[in-house]
């Protein structure tokens, strides 16, 4: 019984050895990048994403507000020598019978199609943020 206790020890020890040193080559490359203000930053796709500006007019933690408010995000999506400027926005839309998502768009760059979505912008605003670095987290996928 012991011997079988050791054998199978000394088993489980290589096997998770050889599995942990193992690349998987089924790894995709990410699509999702956090960027800030008046930075930059390539993903996977070799899409470059700037962000210009980010205003953001979310009610603060902690405050009573009379609406949610938004998180405007204008940035500059580049590859090889083609550009196209985006506006996305996460929060309620100001047109009451909008059925346009204004968190995503499509565009087209260099002859491929990418769908952009703004997934998030932090920090998130409380009564104390003011003044803190601001960046968004933009997901640009292949369509």
Not at 3 to 25: P, R
Not at 119 to 137: I, L
Request: with cysteine; charged share 20%; hydrophobic share 40%.
């Amino acid at each position: 019984m012991l011997d079988s206790v050791k054998w199978f020890s000394g088993f489980l020890i290589v096997g998770a050895t050889l599995f942990s040193s193992c690349k998987s080559s089924d790894s995709q490359p990410t699509d999702l990048v956090s960027v800030g203000l008046h930075q930059s930053a390539r993903l996977a796709s070799e899409v470059v994403v700037r962000v210009d500006s980010i205003q953001d007019s979310r009610c603060p933690t902690g405050a009573t507000c009379v609406w949610a408010g938004q998180a405007k995000v204008k940035m500059l999506l580049s590859k090889d020598k083609d550009s196209t400027a985006v506006s996305l926005i996460l929060g309620p839309s100001l047109k009451a019978d909008s059925t346009k998502r204004i968190d995503s768009t499509n565009v087209t760059l260099s002859n491929q199609a990418y769908k952009v979505i703004l997934r998030d912008v932090y920090p998130y605003p409380t009564v104390s943020t003011q003044g803190q670095p601001q960046a968004a987290v933009v997901q640009v996928t292949k369509i």
